[in-house]
């Protein structure tokens, strides 16, 4: 059994009009939702062996600062230049080459790749993904390489205006 958490990057900004998409930095409450999910993730014990994130500057920086809130070393994380897609297909490989030493994984990209991918994976998934949520997926696989369409289930889905509320955490199909 394998647990892989997969996160839509937080909000960003389109303040800064020159940057490149690569560039686009989070805005004030992309920022706050990030930390708002990884206060939640604490929250719910999450502890993934490996963060792996695109390395654009919106997903790089939900990453680390959920890592922060997780307490998982910054320095750990890694960042693939192919998890920069918006194909779920370009991240299966990603996830199966994933070492096997590694139970719990957390994966930080972009739409509509993360909701593709969490469609892929679970029979049941969540309708809309927005910034900053976070899909939990358990994988009825031994070894990573063994990722295949509907081999997953969803544990939970948070979204930051969930985060907002005393309403317990519910998911939302």
């Known amino acids: ?84 897609q918006f194909d779920a297909q370009a991240l299966i490989p990603v996830v199966q080459q994933i070492d096997d030493a590694s139970q719990s994984v957390m994966l930080v990209g972009h739409q509509p790749a993360v909701s593709a991918l969490v469609a892929f994976i679970a029979e049941r998934a969540p309708s809309h993904f927005p910034t900053a949520a976070v899909c939990c997926l358990n994988l009825d696989i031994p070894a990573w390489a063994g990722i295949a369409g509907g081999c997953g289930q969803v544990v939970f889905f948070d979204r930051p205006k969930q985060q907002a509320s005393p309403s317990p955490s519910r998911v939302f199909f």
């Open 1 to 84: 059994m394998k647990t892989l958490y997969i996160v839509r990057h937080a909000k960003s900004s389109w303040k800064y009009p020159l940057l490149t998409d690569f560039e686009r930095p989070l805005n004030p409450r992309g920022r706050k939702n990030a930390r708002r999910m990884g206060a939640a993730l604490q929250g719910r014990a999450a502890q993934p062996d490996l963060i792996l994130s695109s390395p654009a500057n919106r997903a790089a920086t939900t990453a680390r600062l959920i890592a922060t809130a997780l307490e998982y070393p910054l320095e750990q994380i890694q960042y693939p230049a192919v998890l920069y």
